[in-house]
Structure formats: C-alpha cells, structure tokens
C-alpha cells in the first residue's frame, strides 16, 4: 500500500531535548516536505527537499533541521526543542516537484514540548 | 510573495443542500491550486486540483472547483451536501514561476453538514 508514514504519531517531552520524528515514503517519490498545523494559522512548510541531498527552507526553519540521505526518508530534528514547537507535524511526498501530481500526507506527529 | 486566503472558519450547510467553500489567492505567476479534507487524527486527503485548461475542476467525492482567473478565487463547491463531508479543508496554491517550490496553505474550512 502506498504511504507515508511518521513516528511516533504522539510525544510529550521537555525543553532542550533533542528528538527526531522520522518519515518514509514507499512510493519512489522525489519531493518531501514537512508541515506544521496550528489552530488559526492553518498548515505552514518547514522545510522541503526536491530530491536526495538537496533540501531548502519554507516559511518557518527556525528551530528545526532535515537531512535527505535517502530517497524514501526524510526526518524532521529538532535539536533543542522549545514549548512553541508544540504543535501537530505533517510530512508528505509527491512524485517530482515538476509534476503537477498532489501530495501524500502521513498520519502526524503530535508534539508536546514542556 | 504567495499567499491564500479562506476567508471563513467555519462553514455550516443543511444536508442536501449545495456548499461552498471559498479560497483566494495571490502569486505573482501562475498557480497551481489544490483543495484537501482533513478528517480527525488523519493526514490531508486530495480532492481535486487545478494546472490548466477548463475552469471547472471535478474532484473525489463528488466536489468540484471553479477557478476564477480574474478573481483570484478557487472555491470548492458540491450540489447536496452529505453529513459525511464534515470536516477541514485546506486550500493550497504554489506559484509556477516565483523559483521556489514552495506550497502554500490557507488557515482551513470546517465544514458542518447537519442532518
């Protein structure tokens, strides 16, 4: 079954410690993205890779860092985390950036930072 | 710089009855324009999107869309609306020729439909 799937779906954790939230997609896709959801402010792109080792940032980087080694994984790391990056994390993947193909969503991640 | 805009937080619409969801947008070039639903503890679904040609979009679930070059506008529409549609949309647009390959959502739509 084609998917993209994060872990873990739910974590509750303190100020300063690092933590990744992992995404894989089994669809050969090119293009990875993650987003955050707010209440109010809708979905906002953290960062975005169009391919193996070429990433770039969207809207909101700050406090957060990706890697692409793979084709099919793309973690989100947030290497000292803080309570406004509570919030509820979506990654997702489409065939190439330069089709007009939609985006895969995973399940999410919900973060709780205290 | 981009933007999209869903001027209403909530939507709510008899079932039966036609619904419409509104989005607008800005870019600078041309858009690609894309509607999802978001049902509760899931990820974003795709409904329907808009590159090119005809103005009027069909999409999953019987919704469709009418992009409005002059008005900048790309509201999700269905004729009879059913309880089961309740939930969020999102609307999204990524410029073709701003260089970036970012996307952009709008705030989202909860859709009630009552029974």
């Known amino acids: 079954e084609a998917q993209v799937t994060q872990n873990p779906r739910y974590l509750i954790t303190v100020t300063g410690k690092k933590l990744t939230v992992t995404c894989s997609q089994n669809m050969n896709h090119e293009y990875m993205s993650w987003y955050r959801q707010d209440p109010g402010l809708g979905l906002r792109q953290i960062y975005y890779?169009?391919?193996?080792?070429?990433?770039d940032k969207g809207d909101v980087p700050e406090g957060y860092k990706v890697s692409r080694k793979e084709k099919r994984n793309f973690p989100l790391i947030l290497e000292s985390p803080s309570p406004n990056q509570t919030s509820l994390y979506f990654c997702?993947?489409?065939?190439?950036?330069?089709?007009?193909?939609?985006?895969?969503f995973g399940d999410g991640t919900r973060l709780s930072i205290l | 710089a981009q933007s999209v805009a869903q001027p209403e937080d909530q939507v709510n619409v008899a079932e039966g009855n036609p619904l419409t969801v509104k989005c607008t947008y800005s870019v600078s070039g041309n858009p690609y324009l894309f509607w999802y639903v978001q049902y509760p503890n899931r990820g974003l679904q795709f409904l329907l999107k808009?590159?090119?040609?005809?103005?009027l979009v069909k999409g999953s679930y019987g919704f469709e869309a009418e992009f409005n070059k002059s008005q900048t506008s790309f509201h999700l529409k269905k004729p009879s609306a059913l309880v089961s549609d309740s939930a969020l949309y999102f609307c999204a647009v990524r410029d073709l020729t701003s260089g970036t390959y970012k996307y952009i959502f709008g705030t989202g739509t909860r859709l009630k439909v009552l029974a």
């Open positions: 808009y590159i090119t040609g005809d103005n």
């Open positions: 997702a993947s489409s065939y190439s950036i330069n089709s007009n193909q939609p985006q895969h």
């Open positions: 890779s169009m391919n193996v080792e070429v990433t």
